[in-house]
């Protein structure tokens, strides 16, 4: 069966579609088909050889089952036949995008392939390793320029290198057995720079987005058990990627699955994991953060900024104190605004890992540094030759600075490194003390903050998934990548992932991670994991009915609610919730009921009282209902929450003057249409018709002169106003001598 060719991105992507989604319901014949117009556009015959070898092998497997052959290693085989089936539909695909596709990524693996070298990851990290050696050689020498020229020669060729290796193993499809040895011992010599293995980990983590391969998986666990805790981050952090994207054929992969299950039984490691799935959560809030900023928090200290140049005088920086004293109206004018609420909880998310520092530094990233595509990964260090290049006193201080600053991610130390040194002198002087001063206090109060758990491990992770968030996000290049923080699938969906932290303390601090920041559905399927598990109390059906009720499921939130009740009867919030869900469900009688039990335990709640009167309003018990609101507004300070139902019982039971002795009071606060109509009701039924209209007038004008929205509102109350004496005949002309005027 032929299909056509495949030269544009849409059939490729087509193809990509219908041949994984075969490959996952286990339908190879379609995954064979398919395949056709791809090798032909390719003309490829080893990958057609391929092809039509597995097809055999399948199609004689398929003769043995239905002859009744009974194989003992049918079950190895058809296994090995997946698995070669991926990794075929792998390489078709990524050679057909190499061919046909436009990208950066592809843009470089056509250039690779056309470049006559003899480079290669082994001979490049053989190179390192000699280099390395040199750079030790030379530290052993007298401090001079000489050795500080030639230490300095040294670190830029082995940069150079590192960038080439970092770009091998991005456009690498599948590591050879050699290459993978050799980088195995790589990682394993502790005695390399931790800067160079970090890139090496980061080019893992990349490739593997865009093609799978067993051995740099294998390597990353590898590197996870790495002493250097900036390797051991990146690489945890690229392997739960890594999970995520392949999940549904990892079974396939025993080797894969058994160090997975040995690394899962130290609880270290999936506390670990737990914590950077916690920063993955944490940074789907940077894009709210970033838009409250720009949208929020600068326009408010703008409009402030006039009223503290107003506040500050003369004589207040002249007095007895100088102006070492702070104007104690200043705070005011904060509060006063509502920036210090904001402010305060940016200062909260900070300390907690959120990353507020997206936008200030989204504009840094045009120095020649960020064109080298592993100078997005690459830990800060004073090393490194485009920042010891700069040896002045302050240079040297900010260097150290940033080090030890857990305020920003690497990607944003080299951006205001490089803004900072540019600066004129006594301007740098001040930045440099400004940042250590705010570094150091975020410093202390995270050490404060962080207690019981690895600090230096949870910092390391935050800055790297911030890294990875400034690429994805910001790089020149961006669209041409997926982006791994826009991916639908949540890493708790991967059931590889899901078995490290299925444990129930892993579980509930993550639901309620998800909860806190009303991720409701992901946090459902936390919940009812942990129910599933046996894990049964009145705070986590609590919580289960309050997802549902906000994702729109009412009917399941009672029923979450009613079991809640179960478990603890005597829980307010439970009650009311149960009583809402009754009202929402148009079953009042038994909202009634619960908002009793409500009364019982809170006998001074107004809001409970009003509720029990909407409940009678809905039974049609005015009178009970007048009682609940007359109830209310006495009570109550601010007692104009009960006017509308007053107004609206007392016209639902004739007492029309009543009615519009509250609908008044309503109008001269501050009315809204449904007012102004219930105001020409009441006026209709009193048979001041003229009155009547200039009412209904200012409804249909805070309607927006919608004729539609004015008659869906008049007539919801037709009903009302028949009971109450109107003839059906005169409703039509009211409305028109309304519209005629």
């Known amino acids: 069966m032929y299909f056509g060719t495949m030269t544009t991105t849409q059939d490729i992507n087509k193809l990509t579609e219908k041949a994984y989604s075969a490959l996952g319901q286990r339908r190879l014949k379609d995954v064979f088909e398919s395949l056709v117009p791809a090798l032909t556009e390719l003309q490829s015959w080893q990958l057609d050889e391929k092809r039509n070898e597995l097809e055999t092998t399948y199609k004689f497997m398929l003769r043995y089952l239905t002859q009744g052959v009974k194989d003992p290693e049918q079950h190895h085989i058809y296994e090995d036949l997946l698995r070669s089936c991926y990794r075929l539909v792998d390489i078709t695909i990524n050679q057909l995008k190499t061919k046909n596709t436009p990208g950066f990524y592809y843009d470089k693996k056509r250039t690779s392939l056309h470049t006559v070298t003899n480079t290669s990851i082994i001979s490049l990290l053989t190179s390192i390793e000699d280099i390395e050696g040199k750079i030790s050689l030379t530290g052993l020498l007298e401090d001079n320029p000489e050795k500080e020229n030639r230490s300095s020669e040294l670190e830029r060729e082995k940069e150079a290198i590192s960038g080439e290796i970092f770009q091998l193993i991005w456009l690498n499809e599948q590591l050879a057995s050699d ?30 987005q865009f093609i799978f391969d067993e051995n740099k998986a294998l390597l990353l666990i590898q590197a996870y058990e790495n002493k250097n805790e900036h390797i051991r981050q990146r690489a945890l952090t690229g392997l739960l990627l890594f999970l995520r994207k392949y999940d549904n054929r990892l079974q396939l992969y025993p080797q894969l699955c058994h160090r997975l299950a040995h690394l899962s039984e130290d609880a270290g490691f999936r506390n670990n994991v737990r914590d950077i799935l916690l920063q993955f959560i944490l940074s789907r809030e940077t894009e709210k953060i970033t838009k409250k900023i720009q949208e929020e928090i600068i326009p408010e200290m703008m409009k402030i900024s006039p009223e503290l140049r107003n506040k500050i005088k003369l004589d207040d920086l002249m007095g007895e104190t100088g102006i070492e004293d702070k104007n104690p109206e200043w705070v005011n004018i904060i509060e006063e605004s509502g920036l210090g609420d904001k402010l305060k909880e940016f200062s909260e998310l900070q300390l907690e890992g959120a990353d507020i520092m997206h936008s200030s530094f989204a504009h840094l990233k045009t120095y020649p540094f960020f064109n080298e595509l592993s100078n997005w990964f690459i830990p800060f260090y004073s090393k490194h030759s485009l920042v010891s290049d700069y040896s002045d006193k302050e240079s040297e201080n900010l260097t150290k600075t940033l080090m030890e600053s857990s305020l920003l991610c690497n990607s944003d130390k080299y951006s205001l490194f490089f803004s900072v040194v540019q600066m004129p002198g006594e301007y740098k002087k001040m930045m440099i003390g400004q940042f250590a001063a705010e570094s150091d206090a975020v410093n202390e109060l995270q050490k404060e903050e962080l207690p019981g758990i690895s ?153 409970i009282q009003l509720n029990i009167g909407h409940c009678f309003l809905e039974l049609g018990n005015y009178t009970e209902a007048l009682k609940c609101y007359f109830k209310v507004e006495y009570l109550d300070k601010n007692g104009e929450r009960a006017w509308r139902p007053i107004a609206w019982c007392s016209f639902l039971t004739g007492k029309y003057e009543q009615a519009m002795g509250y609908f008044e009071k309503i109008i001269e606060k501050k009315a809204d249409a449904p007012d102004f109509l219930n105001c020409g009701h009441t006026q209709f039924v009193m048979g001041n018709i003229s009155k009547a209209i200039e009412y209904y007038k200012s409804a249909f004008q805070l309607y927006n002169h919608s004729i539609e929205k004015f008659n869906e509102a008049f007539n919801a109350d037709i009903p009302e106003l028949l009971r109450a004496g109107i003839e059906q005949e005169n409703i039509p002309l009211v409305i028109d001598r309304m519209m005629y005027g």
């Open 455 to 607: 600090k230096q491990s949870l910092l390391i992770s935050k800055q790297y998934i911030q890294d990875l968030y400034r690429f994805y996000k910001i790089h020149p290049k961006k669209n041409d990548f997926e982006d791994i923080f826009r991916e639908s699938t949540e890493y708790i969906y991967a059931q590889s992932i899901d078995k490290i932290v299925s444990d129930p303390e892993s579980r509930m601090i993550i639901g309620e991670y998800y909860f806190n920041r009303n991720y409701y559905e992901e946090a459902l399927h936390i919940f009812n994991l942990l129910i599933e598990e046996g894990i049964l109390s009145d705070v986590i059906y609590q919580k289960k009915g309050y997802c549902l009720q906000k994702t729109g499921n009412i009917e399941a939130a009672l029923d979450a609610y009613l079991k809640a009740e179960l478990l603890n009867a005597g829980s307010s919030w439970t009650i009311k919730k149960i009583a809402y869900c009754y009202r929402i469900l148009k079953n009042p009688g038994e909202a009634l009921a619960y908002y009793r039990k409500a009364e019982q335990l809170n006998p001074d709640n107004l809001s």
């Open 179 to 208: 290459e993978t040895e050799m980088l195995s011992n790589f990682i394993n010599n502790q005695l390399h720079s931790y800067v160079t293995v970090s890139l090496i980990v980061s080019a893992l983590t990349l490739s593997t």
